[in-house]
T-cell receptor, first 114, second 114 residues
Framework: AQSVTQLGSHVSVSEGALVLLRCNYS??????LFWYVQYPNQGLQLLLK??????LVKGINGFEAEFKKSETSFHLTKPSAHMSDAAEYFC????????????FGAGTRLTVKP | EAQVTQNPRYLITVTGKKLTVTCSQN?????MSWYRQDPGLGLRQIYY???????DKGDVPEGYKVSRKEKRNFPLILESPSPNQTSLYFC?????????????FGSGTRLTVV
């Protein structure tokens, strides 16, 4: 069965610094990969997704993620953190259509210091 | 606006008093699902539905019921709530339960059972 592991339950960066949130997946077949963001008191919002086209995926709010098959990774990055980026981020993996197989990571809480 | 609407947003209830959390989507999505989110445990699936009149258990179904009589609605029913069901609940919908489709989430329902 597929799964994702998010390394670091809490990441803290300074405003303007690089944001790097790590996600590794395990899957027996080529996966679809997603990053979601959850702002305080809100639901999860799709940030970006990898669907086997370009390996570098750009999302909303300046975030991007790169699919690296050799490393089974899908890390999320942003060159310069903004205070408004403070949120919880979830990586997720899915395989087949109509299979109820979306699996979420445990989440990484990003704190941005002024 | 395409959205998933959950009600209520906040609910405090007493042990044993039946309650229903409503979920409605306006995107004609076939797939709907309920999750609970607890600190340190991430998202855990309660029930899901592939289509009208088709529902199935997720990872933590005990103490919950669902129904899918119409495509747009997927209510979550707690027949006899207990304090261990105190949690943040999310409804999600998608064109498909897997593959390249991401999920659209509701804003959440914070339930407290005393």
């Amino acid at each position: 069965a597929q799964s994702v592991t998010q390394l670091g339950s809490h990441v803290s960066v300074s405003e303007g610094a690089l944001v790097l949130l790590r996600c590794n997946y395990s899957s027996s077949v080529p996966p679809y990969l997603f990053w979601y963001v959850q702002y305080p008191n809100q639901g999860l919002q799709l940030l970006l997704k990898y669907t086997s086209a370009a390996t570098l995926v750009k999302g909303i709010n300046g975030f991007e993620a790169e699919f690296k098959k050799s490393e089974t990774s899908f890390h999320l990055t942003k060159p310069s953190a903004h205070m408004s980026d403070a949120a919880e981020y979830f990586c997720a993996v899915s395989l087949l259509y109509n299979n109820n197989d979306m699996r979420f990571g445990a989440g990484t809480r990003l704190t941005v210091k002024p | 606006e395409a959205q998933v609407t959950q009600n209520p947003r906040y609910l405090i209830t007493v042990t044993g008093k039946k309650l229903t959390v409503t979920c409605s989507q306006n995107m004609n999505h076939e797939y709907m699902s309920w999750y609970r989110q607890d600190p340190g445990l991430g998202l855990r699936q309660i029930y899901y539905s592939m289509n009208v009149e088709v529902t199935d258990k997720g990872d933590v179904p005990e103490g919950y019921k669902v129904s899918r009589k119409e495509k747009r609605n997927f209510p979550l029913i707690l027949e006899s709530p207990s304090p261990n069901q105190t949690s943040l609940y999310f409804c999600a919908s998608s064109l498909s339960s897997g593959g390249a489709y991401g999920y659209t989430f509701g804003s959440g329902t914070r339930l407290t059972v005393v």
